[in-house]
């Protein structure tokens, strides 16, 4: 064992990955960057869904397609690979003995799909008794959609976000998704928690429990004061493209080149951002003096803040403003995002070596730990990758037992 293992948050805590795709993934990535031994469960020939989900693909090393899509290593570093066929006898007992030596067992099957295989949470709990079981599912276990498949797509569509993400009508508009697939990453996040606060609680009392968690529950969750504005108002947010409903200015603006974004955060910064852009009458006049005003009277005071900009470029604007204390940024590309020193500097790009000797660039872990930092110990593993490594823990098992 490693300094660097014994330093991690989640050393010693092994997990059984059944999931596929991005949410339950995303989840196990965050784990196993904290220190968990993840092992991932992977169809045979096949691996992960997301393996296929390309171009690009890192090369093999006669330059053809690897099973490792771009899509997979988003959410697949530090784990083991296992291909387990579980529509067979031979599998299903494999996963078993496997899920008998984990702390953790996560999955994304159908509801129902793992009990008739006897491998649902009811049956592992029979020889583990203090087993953290987390199923995410499109719907839950329960609800009238419970049976019916989720992907994040649909879910952004059906949970709401889709409803207020956009240009307005009146700009032509229509409903769209997130860029990314949002609402399986937020899952992700959840599920980790979930799971968390589930193992402190076997820590506490030696009994373990069934998170039951759903992509649309999480996506509700996350409307946040979208949700809350109608629960109190009892009005329908609407699309209103980068405006807010709650603040302004706090929307984006064309320059004399390029786009920036800027986010007046209250009153006193209003005046310093007035003065900036050579309009301090704005911050007397009674429509803008107060953020509610401001919010009520926004068609006024965008063109005039549009026109003030329009005087120079988004560079030289974030310059000024930041300098005057004014939130404020260029509208970044993805090139230009993982390029930025800042994100360099805070290590949020690492570069990591497959096992056949590809160098890959990833995206790095946002936590910052001063006494168990996150680790980066291992690329996203091939398809089988770790049998023999992982069948060596069922035998060790054993043969301690």
């Known amino acids: 064992m490693t300094e660097h293992q014994q330093k991690s948050s989640l050393h010693g805590l092994r997990i059984l990955d059944l999931s596929r795709i991005l949410a339950g993934p995303t989840c196990t990535q965050l784990l196993a960057d904290l220190g968990a031994d993840v092992i991932k469960v992977e169809r045979p020939g ?45 599998g299903i007992a494999l996963v078993r003995r496997l899920a008998a030596i984990c702390d953790v067992v996560i999955e994304n099957y159908k509801p129902g799909d793992l009990d008739r295989r006897g491998l649902g949470y009811q049956a592992i709990r029979e020889t583990r008794p203090d087993i953290v079981w987390c199923s995410i599912s499109g ?38 998704k997130a860029g990314v697939g949002i609402a399986d990453v937020m899952c992700g996040m959840y599920a980790t928690v979930g799971i968390l ?70 009153d006193q910064q209003f005046v310093r951002f007035s003065m900036a852009i050579g309009l301090p009458e704005l911050s007397d006049d009674e429509r803008f003096r107060r953020n509610r005003d401001r919010v009520l009277n926004i068609d006024v005071l965008d063109p005039l803040v549009t026109e003030a900009l329009k005087a120079d470029t988004a560079e030289r604007w974030e310059q000024r403003l930041v300098a005057a204390e004014i939130p404020a940024g260029r509208v970044a590309t993805v090139d230009q995002v993982v390029s930025n020193p ?54 060790d098992q054993e043969i301690s037992g």
């Open 139 to 176: 719907f839950g276990q329960t609800g009238p959609y419970a049976n019916r498949t989720g992907y994040d797509f649909l879910i952004q569509a059906m949970g709401g976000i889709m409803s207020i993400t956009g240009e307005s009508d009146a700009n032509g508009g229509r409903p769209l």
């Open 46 to 90: 096949f691996g992960d869904d997301t393996r296929s989900w390309g171009p690009p693909f890192v090369p093999s090393a006669d330059g053809s397609d690897s099973d490792l899509s771009a899509y997979f290593l988003a959410a697949n570093r530090n784990k083991r690979s296992i291909a387990i066929d579980l529509a067979t006898e031979d």
């Open 342 to 395: 800042h994100t360099i500097a805070r290590d949020m790009v690492v570069e990591m070596q497959t096992d056949d000797g590809q160098s890959v660039r990833l995206l790095g872990n946002p936590l910052k730990m001063s006494a168990t930092p996150v680790r980066f110990d291992g690329p996203p593993p091939h398809v089988d990758q770790d049998r023999d490594a992982i069948l060596g823990l069922l035998s």
């Open 197 to 266: 606060a589930a193992l402190r609680h076997r820590d506490r009392t030696g009994e373990g429990q069934h998170i039951d968690l759903s992509l649309y529950d999480t996506q509700v969750s996350w409307l946040v004061n979208a949700a809350t504005n109608h629960l109190v108002s009892g009005k329908i947010p609407t699309r209103i493209g980068n405006r807010h409903p709650n603040i302004a200015p706090y929307q984006t603006f064309q320059t004399a080149e390029g786009e920036i974004a800027i986010a007046v955060g209250n």
